[in-house]
């Protein structure tokens, strides 16, 4: 069964960037469609990022558009999150979560109760 689990989490100050990866357990990760959904504290769970299972398409948040960046190395079994010019309003839990409803989809969800996997998630606070 599929496991996925997320490290790179960590404090920052507000403009530094970080990298958050979600390492994949079992061969069936790649052909799902991934995501980054983040939730903080308080405030709805909001998808940043997603990426097709082949990396060819990508669907950023407007809140993502311009400083994060996602992509996935399925040699390795990894899907990552480069975020640079971190604002203290990114601080979250990130989960990293697989679109299950689909397989070899270039379709992209943004539609949260599709992402049945999900890792245990990372702790990102940013400071101003």
């Known amino acids: 069964q599929m496991q996925l689990a997320e490290s790179g989490g960590g404090l920052v100050q507000a403009g530094d960037s970080l990298r958050l990866s979600c390492q994949a357990s079992?061969?069936?990760?790649?052909?799902?469609?991934a995501g980054w959904i983040r939730q903080a504290l308080g405030k709805e769970r909001e998808l940043v990022a997603a990426?097709?299972?082949?990396?060819?398409?990508?669907y950023y948040a407007d809140s993502a558009k311009g400083r994060f960046t996602i992509s996935r190395d399925n040699a390795e079994n990894t899907v990552s999150l480069l975020m640079d010019s971190l604002k203290p309003e990114d601080t979250a839990v990130y989960y990293c979560?697989?679109?299950?409803?689909?397989?070899?989809?270039?379709?992209?969800?943004?539609?949260?109760?599709?992402?049945?996997?999900w890792g245990q998630g990372t702790q990102v606070t940013v400071s101003s």
């Open positions: 079992g061969r069936t990760f790649i052909i799902f469609n």
């Open positions: 990426i097709a299972w082949n990396g060819r398409d990508k």
């Open positions: 979560a697989t679109d299950l409803t689909t397989r070899l989809s270039p379709t992209l969800s943004t539609d949260l109760s599709n992402y049945g996997k």
